[in-house]
Structure formats: C-alpha cells, structure tokens
T-cell receptor, first 116, second 109 residues
Framework: DTEVTQTPKHLVMGMTNKKSLKCEQH?????MYWYKQKAKKPPELMFV???????INESVPSRFSPECPNSSLLNLHLHALQPEDSALYLC???????????????FGEGSRLTVL | RKEVEQDPGPFNVPEGATVAFNCTYS??????FFWYRQDCRKEPKLLMS???SGNEDGRFTAQLNRASQYISLLIRDSKLSDSATYLC??????????FGAGTRLFVKA
C-alpha cells in the first residue's frame, strides 16, 4: 500500500470546468512533486514543492496551478484544460529536499484525468 | 539525444530466463541512479538504487559504470510477476530527475 494518497482516482471534466487533484503524504518527506504521464511515455515533472519553495517546469501551462497548504499536502488546481491534457497525474514525495534530492521517489496511485 | 536512453523492447522471455536491461545517460553530472518498475496503468515503484560497486536484491542485480555512463539491470530466474515496464532513472542533484522511456518485459509460462 502506498503512503502517498491521491484523490480522486478518476476525473472527467469539460474544458470550462475548474477541478482540483489532491495529494497527501504520511512519511514526513520534505519534497513533493506532480508528474504527468501519457500512455507509453515516462513521467514528466511538472512541479516540485520543498521547504516552502515551489519550482516549476517552465513548459507547464498556466492552466495548471499547484498549491501547498502544508508540508504533507500538495494540490493541483485545473482550469480550462484541453483534451491533450488527458493523462495520468502522479503525485510523489521524496525524503530529501533542496540540493539533497536524490531521485528516490515514492508515488501515489495517480489520478487519471480525462478532458472532454 | 535523450538524457536517459533505454531499449524500449519489448523483451519476451520464458519463465526462468535471465534477462538484462541496459540504459545510458548523457549528463556526466548525474549523481544518483535508480531502477523503477511500473505495472500497466499503475504508478512507478522504486525497484532498487544503483551503485558503482554494484548491488543485488534477491534475483535482481544492478550495475553502474560511470566511465561509460551506463546502467544495467539483470533479472535472474524470471517470474510471470516480473512482467512490467522497467524505468531507468538518473538524478543530477536537486530535483532534476530524468526518467528513461522504459523497457517492457513480458515473461511467459
């Protein structure tokens, strides 16, 4: 069983909707991430939140916005998405933050998003 | 050139076979390396870290060659349950974690 919990597991939304994906980790990790994964492709990093600092992959469009209410929660707000945004959205955490990140990631089960 | 390159496969092997996956990385500043396993429509799960001295976990052996910028994973005595996609991962420090495209493995009875 994963200790990174994501909700919802499945989400279908229209292009004008506003929705949120939620992620919570219970391991005391100091870094949390959002990844996007299309079918038969590797995960692509979207955002990293660590020690109250947000790092953004500059290729991520502004219709995705992360929010970190505290060190164990990381939400992803979705607004005016496009059909090509349909994918598996994976939340992950890692035990080291700042320059100590090692790539040892613990993933949630993912939120499968379909944009109509 | 991709930063982390893997043979996409698929590898189709019988139960009990030994199978080896290879991976190369282009950034010589890469500091840490991992193999992840991903089942169909599931999340990636850390299989093992990879060290220069080589490391073994049961039927799985990982090797790193920094001079050649090459990583390998050997699976001995393959089981049906080993069928999955295996992702090679390199981290260059901080949060720059690069995933390879993955190698698909099918183990058949």
């Amino acid at each position: 069983d994963t200790e990174v919990t994501q909700t919802p597991k499945h989400l279908v939304m229209g292009m004008t909707n506003k929705k949120s994906l939620k992620c919570e980790q219970h391991m005391g990790h100091r870094a949390m991430y959002w990844y996007k994964q299309k079918a038969k492709k590797p995960p692509e990093l979207m955002f990293v939140y660590s020690y109250e600092k947000l790092s953004i992959n500059e290729s991520v469009p502004s219709r995705f916005s992360p929010e970190c209410p505290n060190s164990s929660l990381l939400n992803l707000h979705l607004h005016a998405l496009q059909p090509e945004d349909s994918a598996l959205y994976l939340c992950a955490s890692s035990p080291l933050g700042l320059a100590g990140g090692t790539g040892e990631l613990f993933f949630g089960e993912g939120s499968r998003l379909t944009v109509l | 050139r991709k930063e982390v390159e893997q043979d996409p496969g698929p590898f189709n092997v019988p139960e009990g076979a030994t199978v080896a996956f290879n991976c190369t990385y282009s950034n010589s500043a890469s500091q840490s390396f991992f193999w992840y396993r991903q089942d169909c429509r599931k999340e990636p799960k850390l299989l093992m870290s990879v060290y220069s001295s080589g490391n073994e976990d049961g039927r799985f052996t990982a090797q790193l060659n920094r001079a050649s910028q090459y990583i390998s994973l050997l699976i001995r005595d393959s089981k049906l349950s080993d069928s999955a996609t295996y992702l090679c991962v390199a981290n260059t420090g901080g949060f720059k974690t690069i995933f390879g495209a993955g190698t698909r493995l099918f183990v058949k009875a």
